[in-house]
């Protein structure tokens, strides 16, 4: 079941609970889409790297718990394995790669190059 749609100003306080976890657990990469108005599927995308299997699962794993501390809710496919693991966060999704496993779907691509923004994180 996907978790709950946050409308109105919840969509920048989810995106900033979700950019401080993807921070805080050194994610490489950010990169975010913004879907609002182009998809049904969600009104943002992030997509970001992990080093190792291992950090992509934390990273998820964080990412879950920033949300849910937060009030939102969650839906995770991909984990204990952590070469691809997407949350869903209804307005929000995340996609979380190993570097080789990022490469070879290149999703910012299927996107479109223009609809992707760097996220500020190195500020």
Same mark, same amino acid.
């Given at each position: 079941m996907a978790a709950p749609r946050p409308t109105g100003s919840l969509r920048p306080a989810l995106l900033a609970v979700a950019e401080q976890a993807l921070e805080d657990g050194m994610a490489e990469d950010v990169t975010v889409i913004d879907l609002d108005g182009k998809s049904n599927i969600a009104d943002h995308m992030?997509?970001? +790297?992990? =080093?190792?299997? =291992?950090q992509?699962?934390?990273l998820a +794993? =964080? &990412?879950l718990d920033g949300l849910k501390a937060a009030g939102y809710g969650g839906a %995770? @496919?991909?984990?204990? &394995?952590?070469?691809?693991?997407? %949350?869903?966060?209804?307005? &929000? &999704? %995340? /996609?979380?790669? =190993?570097p @080789? %496993?990022?490469?070879y779907y /290149?999703? @910012?691509?299927?996107?479109?190059? +223009?609809l992707a923004e760097p996220m500020g994180l190195a500020q």
């Open positions: 992030i997509i970001a +790297t992990g =080093r190792s299997a =291992r992509v699962a934390a +794993t =964080r &990412l %995770v @496919e991909g984990l204990p &394995l952590g070469d691809w693991v997407l %949350v869903d966060a209804g307005d &929000l &999704l %995340v /996609h979380l790669f =190993r @080789e %496993v990022r490469a /290149h999703l @910012e691509k299927m996107w479109g190059a +223009t």
